[in-house]
């Protein structure tokens, strides 16, 4: 039960703005109100692609919002997207997983089951 109770945890959070860093710094009030569901990462690969010199037209990201955010919760996350401190996890991230060499196929199975 522990996998089905991830998996609907994962549902519940996706539904929420995503430019907060941390749960705990997300208000009350928007953890009472759902937004759209987004995923997140559809989100971010459809709408903040590079210029080819690797930089981002923040302006043109910001006018081709998608219907279903809010103005200011768009902002509010570009912002979060374009946020140094977050682009340098980013790039660490994308270092540590490079460097990975094993491959799990597992899924959410138990290997004790």
């Known amino acids: 039960h522990a996998a ?6 994962g549902e519940l959070v996706r539904e ?3 430019h907060y ?9 928007r953890k009472a109100g759902v937004v759209a569901n987004v995923e997140k990462a559809a989100l971010k690969q459809r709408y903040w692609v590079p210029e080819e010199d690797g930089s981002y037209d923040l302006e043109g ?6 219907s279903h955010i809010s103005e200011a919760d768009w902002d509010a996350q570009l912002a979060f997207w374009n946020d140094l401190k977050n682009l340098a996890r980013a790039a660490q991230n994308k270092q540590n997983r490079a ?3 094993v491959v799990c196929r597992q899924g959410s ?4 089951a």
């Open 61 to 66: 990201i910001r006018r081709a919002s998608p």
């Open 109 to 112: 199975r138990s290997i004790a």
């Open 21 to 29: 860093p941390s749960w705990r710094q997300m208000p009350t009030e």
């Open 4 to 9: 089905h109770w991830a998996n609907y945890l």
């Open 16 to 18: 929420f703005p995503l």
């Open 99 to 101: 460097k990975s060499k």
